[in-house]
């Protein structure tokens, strides 16, 4: 059974930093892609950053210099280091996961068939 766990979120005022992380387990294929997706009540979930088994990456704009995907494969955990954050990247963060191992345009893998249950980031002025 698929299962990714995400944990990091927070609050912190705009200029800070946090770290998420993502635990995977479940995985009987090592070629998987992974990606951070964000969500506001309302709107649709729109990819952040991916990244592929052969640690190609894609970001969408609105993290570009400021997000960075990375992954410890001993750990089997994502992570997406967020610097100097903003008010508006206030929104629940989700990673996924998707058997087709390729990262595309803004963000996301090509497919992304499992989700985790989200953590919250909040960025005050």
């Known amino acids: 059974q698929v299962q990714l766990v995400e944990s990091g979120g927070g609050s912190v005022q705009a200029g800070g930093s946090l770290r998420l992380s993502c635990a995977a387990s479940g995985f009987t294929y090592s070629r998987i892609c992974m990606a951070w997706f964000r969500q506001a009540p309302g709107k649709e979930r729109e990819g952040v950053a991916s990244i592929d088994s052969d640690s190609n990456l894609d970001y969408a704009d609105s993290g570009k210099g400021r997000f960075t995907i990375s992954k410890d494969k001993a750990k089997n955990t994502l992570y997406l280091q967020m610097s100097n954050l903003k008010p508006e990247d206030t929104d629940m963060y989700y990673c996924?996961?998707?058997?087709?191992?390729?990262?595309?345009?803004?963000?996301?893998?090509?497919?992304?068939?499992?989700w985790g249950q989200g953590t919250q980031v909040t960025v005050s002025p």
């Open positions: 996924a996961a998707g058997n087709t191992d390729v990262v595309v345009a803004g963000g996301r893998c090509y497919s992304n068939d499992y």
